[in-house]
């Protein structure tokens, strides 16, 4: 693409949305989600997440595989996927360290509705996999999404 294109092309999503900041983060699936096209519409919470400022990525790495153990027995989670942040952009196309955009994962979970995401969030194993959350992250910022299916 000619540069100049480029260039338009990116002080033109500023006006629809705004600042945009870019991570990369390979799919790591660890629940898949039912098959389509025959399973309902799922509710998804999306969060992104921030190490403890004393762990090394590595640590965060290693302690993000105990908790994928810890969700599997969360009840009621209909599919998950961890992905962990390999690289960022806090301009677009243009790379940036780890202190300009402190993000380390991304974790999709999904379930059958807002009473069964409740259910697995106040259950006792939830609870011990936020005990675990606590002893390497320090910022979760979660998001629910309601799939609306394109055809």
Same mark, same amino acid.
């Given at each position: 693409?000619?540069?100049?294109?480029?260039?338009?092309?990116?002080?033109?999503?500023?006006?629809?949305?705004?600042?945009?900041?870019?991570?990369?983060?390979p799919?790591?699936?660890?629940?898949?989600?039912?098959?389509?096209?025959? &399973?309902?519409?799922?509710?998804?919470?999306?969060? #992104?997440? /921030?190490?403890?400022?004393?762990?090394?990525?590595?640590?965060?790495?290693?302690?993000?595989?105990? /908790?994928?153990?810890?969700?599997?027995?969360?009840?009621?989670?209909?599919?998950?996927r /961890?992905?962990?942040?390999? #690289? &960022?952009?806090r301009?677009?196309?243009?790379?940036?360290?780890?202190? *300009?955009?402190?993000?380390?994962?991304?974790?999709?979970?999904?379930?059958?509705?807002?009473?069964?995401? /409740?259910?697995?969030?106040?259950?006792? *194993? *939830?609870?011990?996999?936020? &005990?675990?959350?606590?002893?390497?992250?320090?910022?979760?910022?979660?998001?629910?999404?309601?799939?609306?299916?394109?055809?």
């Open positions: 693409m000619h540069s100049g294109m480029a260039a338009t092309r990116i002080a033109d999503e500023q006006h629809f949305i705004g600042e945009l900041h870019i991570v990369t983060a799919q790591h699936v660890v629940v898949p989600l039912p098959t389509a096209p025959k &399973r309902a519409a799922l509710l998804k919470r999306i969060s #992104a997440l /921030q190490r403890r400022s004393d762990l090394t990525e590595d640590e965060f790495r290693r302690e993000w595989i105990v /908790q994928r153990d810890l969700v599997r027995k969360t009840p009621g989670v209909a599919a998950y /961890q992905n962990v942040v390999i #690289a &960022r952009e301009a677009k196309g243009k790379p940036c360290a780890y202190d *300009e955009l402190p993000i380390d994962g991304i974790v999709e979970l999904w379930f059958e509705n807002t009473a069964t995401l /409740q259910a697995a969030f106040t259950s006792p *194993e *939830e609870r011990s996999t936020m &005990r675990h959350v606590l002893t390497f992250l320090s910022e979760i910022t979660a998001f629910l999404v309601e799939e609306h299916r394109v055809v």
